[in-house]
């Protein structure tokens, strides 16, 4: 548990501690990054769910995981929290379970915000997907994150990227940080460049929101986050005032 302590309008389920890759911690340290207090302007419950890892999360969703985050969610709901997220977009395939169970509002992904910007962008535009790992991306995440209409979604993987794909391959391994950085805004450029039609971007990965000013930078376009997610719940719930 992290950050337990004082009022905190916003809790976040974490993945458990020392069982991430080299490369995820490294992403920690960036502001923007979700598990990064300096990322939030007010108080937030960081709670590190045992069992819950890239492995019970992102590649085989688990039930066992699920219930751990139930409870944890239960403990902090008991407490000042007043809405609760994860620390993983690929928690999408959670949602109804966790919003259902949990006494407070709950949004697990990044991944919600894609109809809002789908009617915003217009029908014949198209909205890029960045994610974590386009492989292990599924309809039924799509779905469970209340998206309908998928035939104008570009969804781009970051697992070919050199330094990124360390997180699946080499998780010992250090992370060259500016180049991941390059190795994003690469993707959101190249998928531009390959299908003009792109209006808008969103980005599934809780750890990509460092990045989403060099993407406006070199597109253009909007980009939708986890931290503009939790700034618009934030408001809603009137967790914090905006500077």
């Not at 000042?80 to 992904?109: M, W, Y």
């Not at 799509?142 to 391959?169: H, M, N, P, S, Y």
């Not at 060259?176 to 998928?191: N, S, Y």
């Amino acid at each position: 548990m992290e950050g337990a302590t004082g009022k905190a309008p916003l809790g976040i389920l974490c993945w458990e501690a020392g069982a991430m890759p080299r490369g995820l911690a490294q992403l920690e340290s960036l502001v923007g990054n979700s598990t990064n207090p300096a990322s939030y302007s007010f108080p937030v419950w960081m709670y590190r769910v045992q069992g819950a890892n890239i492995h019970t999360i992102l590649e085989n969703p688990s039930p066992k995981a699920l219930e751990a985050m139930i409870a944890a969610g239960k403990e902090m709901a008991a407490g000042d929290v007043r809405a609760i997220t994860t620390s993983c977009g690929f928690n999408a395939i959670f949602q109804k379970e966790l919003a259902t169970a949990l006494p407070v509002p709950v949004f697990t992904s990044s991944l919600l915000q894609v109809p809002f910007v789908q009617r915003i962008v217009g029908a014949t535009a198209k909205i890029c997907i960045i994610t974590a790992n386009g492989s292990a991306l599924k309809p039924e995440h799509l779905a469970a994150a209340g998206i309908e209409r998928t035939d104008t979604l570009v969804i781009r993987g970051l697992e070919q990227c050199a330094q990124w794909r360390k997180i699946f391959e080499a998780p010992e391994e250090d992370m060259d940080l500016p180049a991941v950085r390059g190795e994003v805004v690469g993707v959101a450029v190249e998928a531009l460049r390959e299908d003009p039609a792109i209006r808008a971007f969103v980005l599934e990965c809780t750890d990509l929101p460092p990045f989403a000013a060099d993407i406006r930078k070199a597109t253009g376009l909007p980009v939708f986050d986890y931290i503009s997610m939790v700034h618009h719940v934030l408001e809603a719930i009137g967790g914090f005032q905006p500077e």
